[in-house]
């Protein structure tokens, strides 16, 4: 196991009602807010209107941002730091999911750093030196951005999509009330189910040694998903099983699992360059590149992916056998992301095949051309982008 520190100051407010409670739970933060959300789904729900009653009721003040799209637009980020200094607010509070997280976090680094180029800042990760607060009432479970590191968005008019991770963009609160979940459409329960998935497996699939308790927490908290997930999927009104899958969200992404070892992350990688091309679903994109990656890395670290097979996805233990024994594993997980009505080709998702040279080069490379392999376990270079994106195609 390698050195570590673990930092998770976020205060998780979990169940029933708990997002009536936001104006008590914000009022010892700040005095005036912006609230940041995304699709008109929580203005027609009535959820905005609880909130900023809440808010007010508290002695809070707000003011409002809306219009955060599925893999956030920095020229929105732009304008919530525009708004925000202008209505002297002193801490953002998104209501949504990853991305309507992930843009709040950008406009409290933006307002926290007057005159630096937020696009660069998230590019080339220039140093910046804290945030304003943040907090959140979760929407959608998936993205675990309510009490994790790091903030990705889009730059749509350069088809690019980076990530920015510091400690000090960690929400202070976190509001996780599982009945808010109830009306997500099925696709998007399942897309985000694999993205937990996914948080996972970037830190699992790792060549550290000694990492058995954390191995252990990572390997139940994805058969907690296997198990939960189609339920909620099949019936979304399912507070019980919602429970299960936000509460694994959340661990999956809080670093916990990861901690001691050297991660991975070239799915995400992989993937962030289909979402800023094609608005490919994230979540999507990763259950189609998961078994992909797998395929083309597995002999790495054979008693890894052994251990997957066996622990997690349940094959009979056959150790004359190895390597049909991880096939048959990384098949099962097809098979499940399947059942839970995802696509299982990128090619249905609406990439094109004649960009795949250009993907594969544009992840692996700095812009000045310069080689950036990406991946832990093993070195993602351009020809191997390239092969797994056409194993996934």
């Not at 997980?333 to 995802?342: A, D, K, N, W, Y």
Request: proline fraction near 5%; include cysteine; charged fraction near 20%.
């Amino acid at each position: 196991m390698l050195n570590f520190e673990f930092y998770s100051p976020t205060r998780i407010v979990f169940g029933k009602g708990t997002a009536d409670q936001i104006g008590a739970q914000i009022a010892p933060l700040a005095k005036k807010v912006l609230v940041h959300y995304g699709s008109d789904r929580v203005e027609k729900s009535g959820l905005i209107k609880r909130i900023t009653d809440s808010l007010s009721s508290a002695g809070v003040a707000s003011v409002m941002l809306g219009g955060v799209r599925p893999n956030p637009d920095i020229e929105l980020v732009k304008q919530g730091v525009e708004l925000g200094r202008r209505e002297g607010v002193e801490l953002v509070l998104c209501v949504g999911g990853g991305s309507v997280i992930d843009s709040g976090k950008g406009i409290a680094l933006g307002l926290e750093n007057p005159g630096i180029d937020l696009w660069d800042m998230y590019e080339k990760g220039i140093e910046t030196t804290g945030a304003y607060p943040i907090a959140c009432v979760l929407t959608f479970p998936a993205a675990g951005s309510e009490s994790s590191n790091s903030s990705v968005v889009s730059n749509y008019q350069l088809h690019k999509k980076c990530g920015y991770n510091r400690e000090y963009i960690r929400p202070k609160l976190a509001v996780i009330d599982p009945t808010l979940f109830t009306t997500l459409p099925k696709f998007q329960i399942a897309s985000g189910v694999a993205d937990m998935m996914s948080h996972i497996f970037e830190r699992y699939f790792s060549n550290t040694e000694h990492t058995e308790l954390i191995d252990s927490l990572a390997e139940a908290t994805i058969r907690t998903l296997l198990e939960f997930g189609p339920k909620v999927v099949e019936n979304p009104e399912d507070y019980d099983a919602w429970c299960q899958v936000a509460l694994s969200g959340n661990i999956a992404h809080n670093n916990m699992l990861g901690v001691g070892r050297e991660q991975d992350w070239a799915c995400h990688k992989l993937d962030h360059e289909l979402t800023a091309r094609f608005g490919v679903t994230h979540g999507a994109g990763l259950a189609i590149l998961t078994p992909a990656w797998m395929r083309h890395v597995w002999r790495v670290n054979p008693k890894r992916f052994y251990n997957f097979a066996v622990r997690i996805m349940g094959e009979e233990d056959q150790p004359e056998a190895v390597a049909a024994t991880i096939e048959s594993g990384i098949s099962t997980l097809e098979t499940f992301f399947s059942r839970m009505g995802l696509p299982s080709r990128l090619i249905k998702l609406g990439v094109d095949p004649a960009q795949l040279a250009d993907m594969a080069r544009e992840v692996t490379h700095l812009p000045d051309g310069t080689d950036r392999p990406v991946g832990g376990l093993k070195k993602i270079y351009e020809a191997d982008a390239k092969a797994i994106y056409e194993r996934a195609i």
